[in-house]
């Protein structure tokens, strides 16, 4: 099973996110990994075509995604959105961004639509939202209370080093496991 991440990222907080994304992904066996920096400008299309399942990732800049995700999403995939190549693709999506908040949700909507637009079936977080009660943490899975995507936060005077958070990179990791356990069961039911 073939799953792909196709990501950018400005300064390295959302190449961390995706590489939690992938770790989750890989740690369902028989799982290969095809990991798509679109800041390189090389993306393998027929790879892309043959994945069983796509997980797009963008930082989140002013309540949108980057200009680079949004060109690759404008310009780039117009081929396969006219054939339909992605249709019935299991997919979901991951943004970060410098605030808390950082209307990231308007991100994870563009993507979800973007997907809808490719004939894709979108895969959310099925996780309870954290940090809401008065003995919850930053500490916990989906503190952001994201049901569409994972969100993280990263502060904007620390590097990838540093930032985001343990929690966020462990519910990013959740959702690549997640994607990749549905897919399987996808593949394994139209069988």
Known sequence: ???SIVYDSGVGHTAMQASAVGDGVISVVGTELNLVAVADGHVDWDKLEKSDAIIFGS???SGLVS???KQFMEDSTKPAWLEQKWRNKICAGFTNSGAQHGDKLNSLISMALFAAQHGMIWVGL???PGNNTSTGSVDDLN???SWLGAMAQSNNDQGPDKTPNESDL???TY???RVATLTR????SIV
């Open 1 to 3: 099973m073939l799953i």
């Open 59 to 61: 930082p989140t800049y």
């Open 67 to 69: 200009a680079r995700f």
């Open 126 to 128: 099925d996780l309870m």
């Open 143 to 145: 503190r952001h209370g």
């Open 170 to 172: 462990k519910t990013a």
């Open 175 to 177: 959702l690549g496991q």
């Open 185 to 188: 069961q996808f593949n394994n």
